[in-house]
T-cell receptor, first 114, second 114 residues
Framework: GQQLNQSPQSMFIQEGEDVSMNCTSSSIFNTWLWYKQDPGEGPVLLIA?????ELTSNGRLTAQFGITRKDSFLNISASIPSDVGIYFC??????????????FGKGTLLTVNP | EPEVTQTPSHQVTQMGQEVILRCVPISNHLYFYWYRQILGQKVEFLVS????????KSEIFDDQFSVERPDGSNFTLKIRSTKLEDSAMYFC????????????FGSGTRLTVV
């Protein structure tokens, strides 16, 4: 199946620092999404991107859909302790159909030291 | 805010036993999914369900797995004869019929096969 390469695997940062993580794919995706997962919970959608080059913000979070349609990044500015969690990229390859199946990256574990 | 509800939150079962994981998707959603996450790994697609039938399934979703939407509100995943490697967190998700891929995940059922 399709693989998404997400990096870094983990990050340890100080409160207030900015964070950047990214995902790449060997094939074209027409949708990129970023999710956050807290321990014992399901993934929660942070940002969805639908067009190549699109740059979208959600509070302190900003994500971009790469112009090649094979990559995306997520930035978190001025991190706070509650940003701790696992961040997953996810993508959808096909242009429609009735399944909307997502492929997930392996996640970035973010730890924020107060 | 509407939620996807999953029960039980944790299930322990003997190898070879049948288990049924239950989900109540958001009421006006039409697309339903099961994903699983082995401890420390990425979230993996199992199956999508639309219009009362499976629209896509992964190679993980073999003959031991089945899904049902028995009564218009519940969506169940059955594993007929559990194996040790079925131990994972199982997430149900649902999506509205309108555009976008940001579906809503439940909090998951942790299945432990002993």
């Amino acid at each position: 199946g399709q693989q998404l390469n997400q990096s870094p695997q983990s990050m340890f940062i100080q409160e207030g620092e900015d964070v950047s993580m990214n995902c790449t794919s060997s094939s074209i995706f027409n949708t990129w999404l970023w999710y956050k997962q807290d321990p014992g919970e399901g993934p929660v959608l942070l940002i969805a991107l639908y067009k190549a080059g699109e740059l979208t913000s959600n509070g302190r979070l900003t994500a971009q859909f790469g112009i090649t349609r094979k990559d995306s990044f997520l930035n978190i500015s001025a991190s706070i302790p509650s940003d701790v969690g696992i961040y997953f990229c996810a993508g959808h390859e096909n242009s429609g159909g009735s399944n909307y199946k997502l492929t997930f990256g392996k996640g970035t574990l973010l730890t924020v030291n107060p | 805010e509407p939620e996807v509800t999953q029960t039980p939150s944790h299930q322990v079962t003997q190898m070879g036993q049948e288990v049924i994981l239950r989900c109540v998707p958001i009421s006006n959603h039409l697309y339903f999914y099961w994903y699983r996450q082995i401890l420390g790994q990425k979230v993996e697609f199992l199956v999508s369900f639309y219009n009362n039938e499976i629209s896509e399934k992964s190679e993980i979703f073999d003959d031991q797995f089945s899904v049902e939407r028995p009564d218009g509100s519940n969506f169940t995943l059955k594993i007929r004869s559990t194996k040790l490697e079925d131990s994972a967190m199982y997430f149900c998700a649902s999506k509205t019929s309108t555009g976008g891929y940001g579906y809503t995940f439940g909090s998951g059922t942790r299945l432990t096969v002993v």
